[in-house]
C-alpha cells in the first residue's frame, strides 16, 4: 500500500489509508505507530515535511515558476539593466505605443469580462459586501498606521490613506484573470 502511495501524500511517514492506532482489544495499547517508536529513530533519517511546510513550499514553487515563465519579470530586468542608458528615439516610442495600448487592451477586457458575467455583481452580494468593508474600512486603517509611524504627516498622510480606499486598478484584474485568482471579485470591486 506504501509503494501506491506517492511520498509527498504522506505526512510524517503515514499515508491517508492506513489505521493509525490498534485498539487495545485487538492487541495494541492504543498508541500510534509514531508514539511507540518515539526514540527509535536512527540520527540522520529523514523526515517528510508537515503539511503546512508542504503547502507553503507548493505554492512558493508554483509562483516561482509562474513568474520566472511571465514576461513582465525579464522586462524589469531588463529596465534594471537599461536604467542610466538613453535608448535610440524610434525604440522609445515604439515601446511608449506599446504601454498605451496595453492599458486600453486591459480595459477592453475587464469590460468584457464583465459582460460576459450572469449579472452586474459576480461574486455575490455577501462576497462583495466583504469586498467593501475590507477596501472601504481596513484598507485605510491599515495604510494610516504604517504611515503615521514612518513620519507621514499632513496632505501627504491624507492622500494615502484616500488611495487605500480607491477601487483595485485595472492591472491587479488583469493578473487575477491570467492566473485564476478571483477575477469575479476584483472586477466586482
Not at 29 to 36: A, I, M, N, P, R
Not at 99 to 116: C, D, R, S, V
Not at 131 to 144: I, R, S, T, W
Request: charged share 20%; aromatic share 8%; proline share 6%.
Amino acid at each position: 500500500m506504501d509503494d501506491l502511495v506517492p511520498e509527498e501524500l504522506s505526512i510524517n511517514n503515514k499515508t491517508f489509508e492506513e489505521d493509525e492506532t490498534a485498539p487495545p482489544h485487538q492487541g495494541g495499547d492504543g498508541k500510534t505507530k509514531e508514539e511507540v517508536t518515539v526514540g527509535k529513530r536512527c540520527p540522520g533519517e529523514v523526515t517528510v515535511m508537515p503539511l503546512a511546510v508542504l503547502m507553503m513550499k507548493l505554492i512558493l514553487t508554483m509562483a516561482g515558476r509562474k513568474l520566472i515563465r511571465n514576461p513582465i519579470t525579464y522586462s524589469t530586468l531588463i529596465d534594471l539593466i537599461w536604467w542610466d542608458l538613453e535608448l535610440p528615439r524610434i525604440i522609445d516610442k515604439s515601446l511608449e505605443l506599446i504601454q498605451n495600448t496595453g492599458l486600453g487592451m486591459a480595459m477592453f477586457g475587464l469590460g468584457l469580462f464583465m459582460a460576459l458575467q450572469s449579472g452586474i455583481i459576480a461574486c455575490g452580494y455577501k462576497v462583495t459586501i466583504y469586498g467593501m468593508v475590507l477596501k472601504f474600512l481596513l484598507g485605510p486603517a491599515v495604510m494610516a498606521a504604517p504611515s503615521a509611524a514612518f513620519g507621514l504627516r499632513g496632505d501627504l498622510l491624507w492622500i494615502a490613506i484616500v488611495q487605500a480606499a480607491l477601487p483595485c486598478g485595472v492591472v491587479p484584474f488583469v493578473f487575477a484573470k491570467e492566473y485564476n485568482l478571483h477575477a469575479d471579485i476584483l472586477s466586482t470591486a
